[in-house]
């Protein structure tokens, strides 16, 4: 694992970033029309993107000061090159809008093509299909963001009976790698659901592959769900992210904030589960989170009528065998809910963390925060010490875990930051409290800076993802 990442991710996205290739070719963007050109006097992206598929060269895609807005008249793909002459197929270069038109999909990145977006905003992708999703990007390949916004893409399920739709946002399909960088995914991916049996993932990333999140917010996504057909059975999946059975991620630096799943049942017997809003591990995933905030994020379930509603895991569900390893996490304020439900069944639980059968998991937490207003855990969380909780859900049990302790948490904004995290009172026990060797991740190198990127010190840091100042 530790060399999949430090060494293949390195090496791909040096390619990238640091890394000029002689062969590498430029064209220039400098009509917004999307029709195909020529590109010797006018060029536009689809045609940009259409000759550069036609050489083995590298190939940058640049945008001038009078492109600002593209509006697309169908999906942007983009294909494997010969790799023996080159070290990626294209780079775009912003800063510019690609308007999917709520009409079809951004971008489909095939299998093998080697692609960095660099200040591409990308919106109004629309699908409307009974299986699939990715409406913004669908990933078959190794794709790079860098200070990217991919959000208002949305997906519509179109089959009244059954239906099984993923990723709103971004798609990452199994064998591919996606990278995000300094980049925002939302607001305001949208899946809809409508069948009376709906499995619905990850509004903001549905991910079957390897993907390494840094830097970035996956915000104010949502998934929602209206049935009214007899003996309805909806689940609804990790609105903010979902990792996928098997599937691999790593997250530093980051913030998962604002997230929502809404479901509403009507008729006689129907079972609705709304699951980890913020996100969800599938079986037997694997997550390293770091210096991130995970907050404010919501999972609803409606009842009306005899239904069975469940709303687990306000801020992560976990399912059976997955493994998750936390170091200073901020998880608060995240919340579950079954309003309006009449049926004794109804349950929520956790606003925290919920594991399904968690004597088949590996979920560990180290120097990191819960504050919820109640219900932080549904059992025991493997401490490994330093971790602090406004309650005893979570069964910390190391001898510096501080447990019914008020965090003392300011709100949840921008700190002079990119991302969102929540501030520290000067009152609040998570000060200075922290493992006094370091904070460390669970490769056990030294967190020299917080969520922000404001220095730790290394023998005196804090619990959770924000340094106090």
Partial sequence: ???????????????????????????????????????????????????????????????????????????LSIQAGNKKTQRYDVRLRGPVHIDGMNKHRVFFIEKNATVMFDGID????????????????????????NNVDIFANRIVGNNAVSEQLYGAGIYNAFGAQLIIRHSTIGPRNNIDGHARISHVYGAGIYSRGL???????????????????????????????????????????????????????YNNKAHLYARGAGMVLGPYATLHVNNSTISSNKSQAYAYSNNFAYAHGGGVFAHI???????????????????????????????????????????????????????????????????ISNDESCDFDKIHDIQNADTILK???????????HALDFTSPAIDSANPEGCFDYYNNVLLHDQRGKVRPQYSCDRGAHEFE
């Fill in 1 to 75: 694992m530790v060399f999949h990442r430090v060494i293949v991710i390195f090496l791909f996205v040096s390619s990238l970033f640091f890394v000029e290739n002689v062969y590498a070719k430029t064209f220039v963007v400098n009509t917004e029309v999307d029709d195909m050109y020529d590109c010797v006097e006018k060029c536009s992206l689809r045609s940009a993107l259409e000759f550069s598929q036609k050489n083995d060269e590298s190939d940058d895609i640049i945008f001038t000061h009078a492109v600002t807005h593209i509006q697309l008249k169908d999906t």
């Fill in 122 to 145: 990308m919106s109004n992708g629309f699908v409307s299909l009974s299986h699939g999703g990715g409406a913004g990007v669908y990933n078959e390949g190794n794709l790079v963001l």
């Fill in 211 to 265: 993907l390494d999140i840094d830097d970035s917010n996956i915000e104010h996504n949502v998934i929602q769900n209206s049935s009214s057909g007899k003996n309805a059975y909806i689940e609804l999946h990790g609105a903010g992210i979902y990792l996928a059975e098997h599937s691999s991620a790593y997250i530093d630096d980051s913030a998962i904030v604002y997230n929502r799943l809404r479901g509403e049942t």
């Fill in 321 to 387: 065998g997955s493994h998750l390893f936390a170091s200073n996490v901020t998880l608060a304020y995240n919340i579950v809910d079954t309003p309006l439900s009449i049926f004794p069944d109804a349950t929520a639980v956790a606003n925290g963390l919920y594991v399904l059968q968690n004597n088949m998991s590996d979920i560990r937490f180290k120097n990191s925060i819960f504050y919820h207003k109640t219900n932080n855990c549904n059992e025991h969380i493997v401490s490994d010490d330093y971790n």
């Fill in 411 to 421: 709100s949840l904004q921008k700190y002079d930051a990119f991302t969102y995290t």
